[in-house]
């Protein structure tokens, strides 16, 4: 019974507030409609209406509208309701509004006749709802998880009422309470299900959107009186607990979408840990109302007693803040936004339904707007609306067309490192390239507590998948996340072999949905799953772009710990073109084990397109592109070979692709990967592997691009080796770990990177060096040098035939620059340099370094280093854009050198600094705070692929998961069969 103890506590705090009369806290804004607030002005949105694009979003809503065609009044069932509830939403928009939508056409109702044959319509819907909670009545009208379907139900019958009502429609008093009944029927029944646990195993979007629509039902049946008696049993009727009181439904409803999105399942830098598709889906409930809870609690937080739930029955309340306007839910929109690939699709991570685009014209956009409404129009489906959950009528309301839409601004590569996303992108065109790499943690793998500490779980949309990783580029998508179809299928893409990653002894990490339920029979302790992962030396250059990923599975059934693997991922975006990706395998003990490496591409099978094996790899063609995936290793032998593997398609079918595979048994492995992307119209690269002792090589020849690469990972030491390009025009010296020279098919240099290297050479001279060992790069355009510098020196020397004169160059990023014989750069924290024409002198931010410090004390960050080669004044501007899940986000004297920052709870934070000096703003620059001692952060300092469980100060370590059948969810249960296969296949 433990591990129902967090769940019961849960209830046992989430008492309702005092039952009375109708709910009418001063201060907020009741007037109707209170949910789709049309702005007082309906006739602007009548006369918007016939204009593009909202002409076309209104046609599209019919479109789904008139699915309810033809469904009898009566049919409860969960499709014909969802139709309806859509439909009368709908109508009662056009009603409000007063437009007609038939037969492709837009224009105002011809005559009142007209308009009120609109909104009885709606009101007959209406009068038929189903009145219960799905999660209380059996298959196929009901059924455990059908909670979701009552929520979305529930959420479309408020709106379509409160909208009718706004509008002035004549309901009789009959119709308008048979209405209410149905409304609070279904609220009070919603609530009862979750307050005596009949959704305890509903932790994830379940609650999200639950807990929105109960809030929904209750703005709009404000009004509803629920007045308990002295004896309960003398009145059946009587309610001596609030289960019909709509305060109470707020109360709940708010907790629980607070508990979902700023504790449980958004990482502190925004990440949703169901994935793109899941933040999608929960966003159909939480966008509306979070958005009508802004609007009637007119911006401020929700500490009012009455909009906050007591967490003890003489109090006192536990404010929730504004969501809508709450930094983390920000970013979580801006997240969302970075994990659309170049059509405007949504990444297929974790259990994500591929194809499918985001309602970004109806997100909380503050600096961000011009780009939401950018990608909002610039998507496969461009203004999206569609979905259990009717969004036209929002669309129009709150769309605003008049914003001029632009690509988002700043960097195209961006990282998430709470959230295990690192997202490197060549621009935001169709034909651009976009890789999403996967290093997930903790909450970001749907491990989160809530404000009590108790584990919130079991969750169930989360793959393990450290290292995982897809690549679109020039219009198609070639390398895979397989995507997801339903949550009875999930096994057939959800396991390791359907991912770009290594399984160890035929398999990958435990499976998180048991690790998650396993959980709850030792909530105090972390959670018995291995595979997580985190990502560290995160740069974003012009020429080269790095992310590396650790993670660490493979253990005993009886110790996930205990003879595990460590993995290291080193990904480098190269010239924002084509991917390399340097592993590190190292085995306990150097004890041999069983690696395969899997590569999965989008053509053969049932995929279409061709497949091509190839001596070190294999080339996947489709009609616009291709890519060709190279692999060499260090001398223990690879044996390649191919093998069916199964993704989801836009139209949401199961199909099967062809996967390559690399096989080698060895107790540790330097390898390295190339994976580069053509068009079609182009003939294909040549690659070949690089006999290189100690370490793996590759050459790629392009002429087609006038591109050769020469590129390697190998075990640094002190000595110098050379790596030359194909035609042995252009050669690389160094020391380093991992590395390339790319260059022209003349032999020009393009750039050069490397890795864990003291001195780096280039055709001979020497362009860099460093004290200690660390990341050189430099790269050449025409004019233009860019210098990436990754050691501690405050002055590093470099190398270039071009010879420096004032007023003949600007500076970017760069404290000063000497010229007295060979040059010399003084370099803030930002250690990326730009020399290039005249233009103007950016200055440099440097947010110092990072910082340690006790949970509930203040620090100070320190951004004097910051500096401007001009001698400029500089004024700062400091940003919170990562803090720990229920973390208040404090951060003050954000325009002074010297912020302070709140550590209110335990993990990491992270601070951006940006300088301006006049007109010339420098780069962003971020800085890592971490609270608490090494086990409280969930944070792998020691860098050994253990989340902090391993540090000698930590208390537990990951425990074994006991028997496999204690503490499962009913959803676990489901999908037993296909677990139980997979662990004979593993024997």
Not at 427 to 444: C, M
Not at 807 to 835: K, N
């Amino acid at each position: 019974m433990r591990r129902l103890l967090g769940p019961l506590l849960l209830c046992s705090l989430l008492l309702p507030l005092p039952a009375g009369a109708a709910w009418e806290p001063s201060g907020l804004d009741l007037t109707r409609p209170r949910l789709l607030h049309l702005g007082g002005d309906p006739e602007a949105l009548a006369a918007r209406a016939v204009q593009e694009p909202y002409r076309r979003i209104l046609l599209d809503m019919m479109r789904r509208a008139s699915l309810a065609d033809g469904i009898s009044l009566d049919d409860d069932g969960i499709t014909a309701q969802r139709f309806k509830a859509r439909a009368a939403k709908a109508w009662a928009f056009l009603y409000a509004i007063g437009i007609a939508v038939e037969e492709g056409e837009v224009r105002p109702f011809a005559d009142a006749a007209e308009r009120q044959a609109a909104g009885d319509r709606a009101r007959d819907w209406l009068l038929n709802l189903f009145p219960r909670s799905r999660l209380a009545v059996p298959p196929p009208i009901g059924g455990w998880d059908r909670d979701i379907s009552t929520s979305e139900e529930l959420l479309q019958w408020a709106t379509a009422y409160d909208t009718l009502l706004g509008a002035g429609y004549a309901f009789t008093p009959a119709e308008s309470a048979a209405i209410e009944d149905g409304i609070a029927d279904i609220a009070e029944e919603l609530y009862t299900d979750y307050l005596e646990g009949r959704a305890d195993l509903h932790q994830n979007n379940h609650r999200s959107k639950s807990g929105a629509s109960l809030m929904a039902a209750g703005i709009v049946l404000a009004h509803l009186e629920s007045d308990p008696v002295a004896d309960p049993s003398a009145d059946p009727s009587a309610d001596p607990m609030g289960r019909r009181d709509p305060a109470n439904w707020i109360a709940y409803g708010l907790t629980q979408v607070d508990l979902i999105m700023r504790w449980a399942l958004v990482a502190g830098d925004g990440a949703y840990a169901e994935g793109p598709f899941y933040l999608r889906f929960a966003s159909q409930n939480l966008l509306p109302v979070l958005r009508a809870w802004h609007r009637i609690a007119k911006g401020r937080a929700s500490d009012h007693p009455s909009l906050a739930l007591p967490v003890s029955p003489q109090g006192p309340h536990r404010a929730v803040p504004n969501l809508w306007l709450h930094p983390l839910f920000r970013q979580s929109m801006r997240w969302q936004l970075d994990m659309t690939l170049s059509d405007g699709r949504l990444a297929a991570q974790d259990d994500g339904s591929p194809g499918r685009a985001f309602y970004f014209g109806l997100a909380p956009g503050a600096d961000l707007e011009s780009a939401f409404h950018w990608r909002y129009a610039n998507a496969r489906t461009p203004y999206e609306g569609d979905g259990n959950v009717e969004l036209g009528p929002d669309a129009v309301a709150y769309f605003d067309a008049s914003v001029p839409p632009a690509p988002p601004p700043g960097p195209t590569t961006r990282f998430y490192p709470e959230g295990g996303n690192a997202i490197f992108r060549s621009d935001w065109s169709e034909d651009g390239v976009v890789v999403v790499v996967q290093g997930e943690r903790d909450v970001a793998s749907e491990f989160g507590r809530g404000p009590d500490g108790a584990p919130v779980a079991p969750e169930s949309h989360e793959h393990a998948e450290p290292g995982a990783f897809l690549m679109d580029a020039f219009g198609e998508r070639l390398l895979l996340d397989p995507g997801y179809d339903n949550f009875l299928t999930r096994y057939l893409t959800s396991e390791p072999e359907h991912h770009s990653m290594i399984t160890v002894d035929g398999r990958g990490p435990v499976v998180y949905l048991a690790a998650s339920s396993f959980w709850l029979a030792n909530p105090d302790e972390r959670p018995p799953a291995d595979g997580h992962a985190s990502l560290f030396d995160l740069i974003d250059t012009d020429f080269v772009d790095t992310a590396t990923v650790l993670s660490r599975y493979g253990g005993t059934v009886e110790d996930l710990t205990q003879d595990s693997v460590r993995f290291e991922r080193r990904f480098l975006f190269a010239d924002e073109r084509y991917l390399l990706i340097a592993d590190r395998v190292d085995t306990e003990q150097g004890r041999p084990r069983d690696l395969r490496w899997y590569f999965q591409g989008n053509a053969g099978e049932d995929a279409g397109g061709t497949v091509t094996m190839l001596p070190t790899g294999a080339r996947w063609e489709r009609p616009k592109a291709r890519v060709d995936v190279a692999m060499a290793s260090d001398g223990a032998p690879l044996t390649f070979g191919s093998q069916p593997s199964n993704h989801v398609t836009d139209a949401k079918d199961v199909i099967q692709h062809t996967a390559l595979t690399a096989d080698a048994t060895t107790g540790a492995a330097t390898t390295l990967a190339l994976a580069y992307p053509t068009p079609t119209s182009q003939p294909p690269p040549q690659v070949t592997p690089i006999d290189l002792p100690g370490g793996a090589g590759i050459l790629l020849d392009d002429p087609a691009s006038d591109r050769k690469v020469a590129a390697f990972h190998r075990i640094p030491d002190d000595s110098l080796f050379a790596i030359v390009t194909s035609n042995g025009q252009s050669s690389l010296v160094t020391d380093g770990a991992i590395g390339l020279i790319d260059t022209h098919t003349d032999g020009t240099v393009r750039f050069a990177w490397v890795e864990d290297a003291t001195r780096i050479f280039i055709n001979g001279p020497m362009y860099l060096s460093s004290e200690e060992r660390t990341t050189l790069g430099m790269a050449w355009d025409g004019e233009r040098i860019e210098i990436f510098h990754g050691g501690d020196e405050s002055a590093v020397p470099f190398g270039t035939r071009r010879a420096f004169t004032p007023g003949s160059f600007s500076i970017q990023g760069a404290c000063d620059l000497e010229q007295q014989g060979i040059a010399e750069l003084t370099l803030s924290r930002e250690r990326r340099v730009i020399l290039a024409g005249p233009g103007p002198t950016l200055p440099a931010a440097d947010p110092g370094p990072e910082v340690r410090g006790d949970v509930g004390e203040w620090i100070t960050l320190d951004g004097s280093g910051s500096c401007d080669a001009d001698g400029r004044t500089l004024w700062p501007t400091w940003k919170l854009v990562s803090a720990p899940p229920g973390s208040d986000w404090q951060l003050s004297d954000a325009a002074s050198f010297s912020p302070k920052l709140h550590l209110d709870r335990p993990g990491p934070y992270r601070v951006e600094l940006t300088v301006r000096a006049g007109d010339d703003v420098s780069r962003p620059q971020q800085v890592l705070i971490l609270a608490g001692d090494p086990c409280e952060g969930s944070y792998d300092e020691d860098r050994d692929g253990f989340i902090d469980s391993d540090d000698a100060d930590c208390d537990a370590g990951i425990e074994a998961a006991g028997s496999p059948l204690c503490g499962l969810g009913f959803e676990l249960v489901l999908v037993l069969p296909a677990l139980a296969a997979r662990r004979r296949r593993n024997r």
